[in-house]
C-alpha cells in the first residue's frame, strides 16, 4: 500500500487540511491532540516544526545512556525495548482514542501506513539496530542506521521525480562526514557482513519513520499514528518474544546513572516516557511541520545529545574530533534545509 492509495479519492474541499503547510503562508492547522487552532504564519509552523524536532532528537539521545545502564546489569536488548514501546503506547493510547473523536474511518484509511510505522519504523528498526549492535560497534552501527537519511532523500525523488538540488546532496555529504567524525570512527576494524546487513535494515526503519511520519496527506493528529503504531510495534515484539526469536531478559537490580544508584523501573520509565512517548510523538509532529527531508536531518542532533547525555550520566567525555563533527552536522542541515527552501521557490 502507498501514499497515493490514500489520496486517490481526495475531494477538492480537502485540499486545504491535506496540502503541506510549508505550501500555503497562513492556514487552520490541528494541533498534536486534534483539535482546531487559528492561522498560523507558514514561518511559525516551521519555527515550531524546528523545535519539536530538536526536542525529539534531545528525548532521543537520552535513550543510549539509560539503556547502556540496564544493559550492564544484564538485560537483553529486547527486553529494554519491549517495555520501552509497550509502555509508551500505553501512555498515549488514550490521548489518540480522545483525538480520534470517533473519526474510526480515517483511522481505518490509514490502518496501512500505521502498521508499517509500527512493524517496520518502531519494532523492526530497533530490533535490526540493537543485532547491529551485537556484531558491530556503536559507532558504526548508528552510521549505518543514519544512512536512512539519504534513503529519505531518494524517496522523495522518486515520489516527486523531481532531483535533489547540488545544495541538498552537498548538504548530505557534508552532515554524513560529520556523523561519521561525531562517532569518531576512524580506525574500524573491517565490520562484520551480517552486523552490515543490520545496521542497512536498521537505516531502511529509520528511513520509513521518517516518510511515514511526514506523510502530509493524513489527516489524523500526530498523537494518533504514534500511539498506534508504537502499539503495532510492540504487540510484534511481544511475539518475537513469546517465539524465542527475540530474548528477552529481565533483571531486578538497580542502575547506576551519573553516579547515582536508580531502581531499574526508574531507568525503564525514563525510556518509556521521555525517549519513548515524547520522542515519536515530537518527532511525528515535527516531520508533519518540516517534511521527511529536513526533519530526518535535524534528527542527526540526536548523536550530538546522546554524546552530552553519555558524558553527563556516565562521564564520557567527547574527543575534540567530534566536535568538529558537530559543526559539520549543523552545517549539513542548513544545507540541506536551504536546498528545499530554493526547490520550493524554484
Known amino acids: 500500500m502507498t501514499l497515493s492509495d490514500f489520496t486517490r479519492d481526495r475531494k477538492p474541499e480537502d485540499a486545504l487540511v491535506a496540502a503541506p503547510v510549508e505550501a500555503r503562508p497562513a492556514t487552520e492547522v490541528l494541533d498534536p491532540a486534534g483539535r482546531a487552532g487559528s492561522r498560523v504564519p507558514r514561518r511559525r509552523l516551521a519555527d515550531s516544526g524546528v523545535l519539536a524536532a530538536v526536542l525529539s532528537a534531545a528525548a532521543f539521545g537520552t535513550s543510549g545512556s539509560f539503556a547502556k545502564a540496564l544493559l550492564d546489569t544484564g538485560w537483553s536488548s529486547g527486553a529494554i525495548v519491549l517495555l ?34 509500527g512493524l517496520v519504523a518502531v519494532a523492526g528498526c530497533q530490533v535490526a539496530y540493537f543485532n547491529a549492535v551485537q556484531h558491530l560497534s556503536v559507532g558504526v552501527a548508528l552510521l549505518l542506521e543514519y544512512g536512512g537519511t539519504v534513503l529519505v532523500v531518494l524517496w522523495m525523488w ?15 555529504l557534508v552532515a554524513l562526514l560529520g556523523l561519521g567524525l561525531v562517532l569518531d570512527i576512524t580506525g574500524q576494524s573491517r565490520p562484520d557482513a551480517a552486523g552490515v546487513v543490520w545496521g542497512l535494515l536498521a537505516a531502511v526503519g529509520l528511513a520509513v519513520f521518517f516518510v511515514t511520519a511526514g506523510n502530509s496527506d493524513s489527516r ?127
Open 158 to 172: 522518486l515520489q516527486t521525480r523531481r532531483a535533489p538540488r547540488r545544495l541538498t546532496w552537498a548538504g548530505i
Open 220 to 346: 489524523l493528529p500526530p498523537v494518533v499514528p504514534a500511539a498506534f503504531g508504537m502499539a503495532v510495534g510492540a504487540v510484534a515484539l511481544a511475539v518475537l518474544g513469546l517465539a524465542r526469536v527475540l530474548p528477552l531478559r529481565f533483571v531486578t537490580t538497580d542502575v547506576v546513572v551519573a553516579g547515582q544508584h536508580l531502581p531499574w523501573w526508574g531507568a525503564i520509565g525514563e525510556l518509556a516516557v521521555i525517549a519513548a512517548a515524547a520522542a515519536y510523538l515530537l518527532g511525528t509532529f515535527a516531520t508533519r511541520r518540516l517534511g521527511s527531508t529536513v526533519a530526518s536531518f535535524v534528527g542527526l542532533s540526536e548523536v550530538l545529545f546522546a554524546i552530552l547525555f553519555a558524558w553527563l550520566l556516565l562521564g564520557e567525555l567527547p574527543r575534540p574530533v567530534q566536535l568538529v563533527g558537530g559543526v559539520l552536522i549543523v552545517a549539513g542541515v542548513v544545507a540541506v534545509r536551504a536546498g528545499e527552501l530554493g526547490g520550493r521557490r524554484g
Open 84 to 117: 520501552r514501546v509497550g509502555i509508551a503506547a500505553g501512555l498515549l493510547l488514550g490521548p489518540a482514542v480522545v483525538a480520534c473523536r470517533g473519526r474510526w474511518g480515517l483511522v481505518r484509511g490509514e490502518s496501512g501506513l500505521i502498521l508499517l510505522y
